[in-house]
């Protein structure tokens, strides 16, 4: 399959979000809350202060999308690593799931972070995201459970990173 990495582009802005609310909702143990559904939908509110990559088939469609969050000092950043870059709201199209999609956009995260100079690629993930778990395994990210929290009682995060030098 043909697939370019790029930035999201304000047209694609609405959906990309329906895109990125849609995979979450779909997660087995799914937990609505409604501000955070919000801040999914509102894409280009995270592209004004963060990197909101999608990946593209060769046909323009948008097939999936993640947030890349280069310090933290940004407001989408979860940690307080000085030396870490992150990335948040990974999210593919159901129907284009197993393709490679979500690989090629955590590679563009990891290329970006050093890119950047950072030491340490982090995130966050459901206990219930395990697909994600495996890739994240596959690429040489590990569990760091020095990161784990949860912002609300009903969604433990899992910390995860990989070291960039």
Request: charge should be negative; proline fraction near 5%.
């Amino acid at each position: 399959m043909q697939l370019a990495i790029r930035r999201v582009r304000p047209g694609e802005y609405q959906a990309v979000g329906e895109l990125v609310l849609a995979a979450y909702r779909a997660l087995p143990n799914y937990h609505s809350e409604p501000d955070y559904e919000a801040d999914l939908l509102n894409t280009g509110r995270r592209a004004e202060v963060a990197e909101v990559l999608v990946a593209v088939d060769g046909d323009g469609r948008v097939l999936g999308a993640v947030t890349y969050v280069t310090n933290r000092r940004n407001e989408y950043a979860e940690w307080a690593d000085e030396d870490a870059a992150g990335f948040r709201m990974l999210a593919v199209a159901p129907d284009a799931q197993g393709r490679g999609v979500g690989e090629a956009l955590v590679r563009a995260c990891i290329d970006q972070g050093r890119a950047d100079g950072r030491g340490r690629l982090v995130l966050h993930s459901t206990p219930w995201m395990t697909t994600a778990h495996r890739l994240y395994a596959r690429l040489g990210f590990r569990r760091a459970p020095d990161r784990d929290f949860s912002p609300v009682p009903a969604v433990p995060l899992l910390g995860f990173e990989l070291n960039l030098a």
